[in-house]
């Protein structure tokens, strides 16, 4: 065997290692994920919660926007109902009363109106009023004044009987110079003949009468 023959099997393997040594690293498989679903049901479960503390969040200022316009409904109406009751009361105080032709005596319709007055005025001591005489367009400038006067005076005696002091009722006669209603027939005359009241001080906030 010649030299040559004895150095191929050295040179064959020699050049497999370096073959072997220049080839390029083949790189790792990425490790296959770990599924954690403990992980995924506690990222649910916050999830869940935050929307849940969200819709509660929601809940309470809706139903505090709800309160606060119940109560602003409620203050409304306590309101309305006082401004009416209020009213009422005016309107009782300033009914007028009537009479009969050239008469200046009460009529029952006349006392039953003055009735209603009165709890209004004993309930409220500094509530002074003026009752102003009226007639219709029969008879003289003068006679009818002092004719309007009897009228007013006949409420303020009456009303003084009731326990109500004179002092708060003022007394005026206009006579025939402001008639309610224009005519000159029984119609018209009727609605002339009468007292009419007028709240002059203390009515800005009345007290209802004791029941």
Known sequence: MNRYSRLAPVLLLAGFSI???????????????????????????????????????????????????????????????????????????????????????????????????TPILRANPNLRIRVAGHTDERGSDEYNVALGRRRAMAAQRYLASQGI??????????????PAAMGSDEGAWSQNRRDEFEIVSGGDRLMSPMQ
């Open 19 to 117: 073959a072997g040594a220049c080839r390029s690293p083949q790189p790792e498989p990425d490790p296959t994920p770990v599924i954690n679903q403990d992980s995924i049901d506690a990222a649910r479960r916050a999830e869940a919660e935050r929307l849940a503390a969200e819709q509660r969040r929601r809940d309470s200022i809706a139903n505090a926007e709800a309160a606060r316009a119940a109560a602003e409904r409620a203050r409304m109406d306590s309101i309305a109902a006082e401004s009416r009751r209020m009213e009422a009361l005016r309107a009782t105080v300033a009914q007028p009363i009537y009479f009969d032709f050239d008469r200046a005596e009460l009529t029952s319709q006349a006392r039953s109106a003055l009735d209603q007055k």
């Open 165 to 178: 002091a004179e002092t708060r009722i003022e007394i005026v006669s206009y006579g025939e110079e402001r």
